[in-house]
């Protein structure tokens, strides 16, 4: 069992950055996974980017490359998502998510979710 917790979400204009993190919890010694999504209403929940246990290895959306940021330390059981030059059509909930193996982007592959965090951002 792992456990989940967002945080680092809030209001920001157009332009302006925001650093989410996701702390783990349980069985954390386990080789998961992370990733971030995010869904607004009414909509499907999106892939937003992904990072391996190492951290070796980092995958984007094409909508937020150049722009995010995705990072962990082991240590700390923490995950990162820095968010910069962020746009209106970022205005999300955003997800952390673990899963044990590789990173995928279909958010049925993943075994674990924190509760979410609201990013707004204003233009």
């Known amino acids: 069992q792992v456990q989940l917790v967002e945080s680092g979400g809030g209001l920001v204009q157009a332009g302006d950055s925001l650093r989410l993190s996701c702390a783990a919890s349980?069985?954390?010694?386990?080789?998961?996974?992370m990733g971030w999504f995010r869904q607004t209403p009414g909509k499907e929940r999106d892939f937003v980017a992904g990072i391996t246990w190492s951290g070796k290895s980092t995958y984007f959306a094409d909508s937020v490359k150049g722009r995010f940021t995705i990072s962990r330390d082991n240590a700390k059981n923490t995950v990162y998502l820095q968010m910069n030059s962020l746009k209106p059509e970022d205005t999300a909930v955003y997800y952390c998510a673990a899963r044990l193996g590789t990173v995928y982007s279909m958010p049925s592959m993943y075994d674990y979710w924190g509760q979410g965090t609201q990013a707004t951002v204003s233009s």
């Open positions: 349980g069985r954390t010694f386990e080789t998961y996974s």
